[in-house]
């Protein structure tokens, strides 16, 4: 089974700030990652595929950037609607997340 | 507009069994893998199983953990999958998701959840 670890698991950050959160896969995935995002009691919203590519409709301050076994996501500038739960994904094989990374209001 | 709908979760005691819908609207349900997912209260997410297309003989996979208890199936006439879960376990006690695996690869949309608990 492919491993997904994602650091930090908590974050705090204030509006307008960039945040980088990082993936890291125990085999190599080319470049098979998404990134969702969870609010509480909500469903995930899938935000990047592929490593890198932006889903429609998702605002541009989100990218991705990755391939192998690194991976990241970044937030150019926080806003107030950013504060949720971020998850990276691997479908390379079968299909594994991460424990999540939570970004909190500092 | 594209929605997933997930239905009837509830209560059952250890060793008992319930099924769950998701009906689909908006795409084009019949040529898409479909896949169900869980989470635990307050714990991440975990891959539960997935139905391939008619193209691919409706085939299905399951994690290890549900293998032999949880059976996937699909009914592209009523845009519903479907997940079986029979020999319970308060350690299956989640939200379950199902949620269409699009071109990308990826998996959008996702149903709003249906809320399985395993308590006697």
């Known amino acids: 089974d492919i491993q997904m670890t994602q650091s930090p698991s908590n974050l705090s950050a204030s509006v307008g700030d960039r945040v980088t959160i990082t993936c890291r896969a125990s085999q190599s995935i080319s470049s098979y990652l998404a990134w969702y995002q969870q609010k509480p009691g909500k469903a995930p919203k899938l935000l990047i595929y592929k490593a890198s590519s932006l889903e429609s409709g998702v605002p541009s301050r989100f990218s991705g950037s990755g391939s192998g076994t690194e991976f990241t996501l970044t937030i150019s500038s926080l806003q107030p609607d950013d504060f949720a739960t971020y998850y990276c994904?691997?479908?390379?094989?079968?299909?594994?997340f991460g424990q999540g990374t939570k970004v909190e209001i500092k | 507009e594209v929605q997933l709908v997930e239905s009837g979760g509830g209560l059952v005691q250890p060793g008992g069994s319930l099924k769950l819908s998701c009906a689909a609207s908006g795409f084009t349900f019949s040529g898409s893998a479909m896949h169900w997912f869980r989470q635990a209260s307050g714990k991440g997410l975990e891959w539960v199983g997935r139905v391939r297309s008619k193209i691919y003989n409706y085939a299905t996979t399951y994690d290890e953990s549900v293998k032999g208890r949880f059976t996937i199936s699909r009914d592209d006439s009523q845009n519903t999958v479907y997940l079986q879960m029979n020999s319970l376990k308060t350690e299956d006690t989640a939200v379950y998701y199902c949620?269409?695996?699009?071109?990308?690869?990826?998996?959008?949309?996702w149903g709003q959840g249906t809320l399985v608990t395993v308590s006697s």
């Open positions: 994904q691997q479908y390379n094989s079968y299909w594994t």
């Open positions: 949620a269409r695996q699009g071109y990308t690869q990826a998996f959008d949309p």
